[in-house]
């Protein structure tokens, strides 16, 4: 029989307790949530929490886009509240949730341009707080986004 010194005994230790660690910190959580979610569409996973270890930064973005994405043609211009947004809005996230839309951001280069552009072929959309959405969307048909608490509006041509 071969004596293990106190060396390798705590050597051993150390690698059991990581491998714990490791386990109930990351392989755990990401499992279980693969588990309940196991069934679920893209759309609906991009808005969940996410797992306990790597949390959705972006859930209330994911569903504005969901929503704009689900209301909108792909054809359109979609005009976007600045991106700094309460909860932390990522340009990116907005954008390749959109594709193929043009998606322009208050402040943006040309986003004038695009507002004013009512008469066109193209029909544009305009996503606002549904407090302060006087600016984009006075006097337009205003459709809420569910529980997001923004609204989205057709502006006519």
Known sequence: MIKRNWVENTILGIIMFNIFALAYVFLIPRAQFMIDH???????????????????????????????????????????????WEFGSNRSVVIQRLFPRKVYFFGDENFYDHKNSVGSKTTVYAVAFSGDGANLCFERDIESLDETKFVLCKLKN
């Open 38 to 84: 196991w069934e679920w569409g893209p759309e609906a996973l991009m808005e969940t929490p996410g797992a306990m270890d790597t949390p959705n930064q972006y859930l209330k973005t994911y569903k504005v886009a969901n929503q704009v994405r689900k209301v909108t043609k792909e054809d359109s211009i979609i005009l976007m509240p600045t991106d700094n």
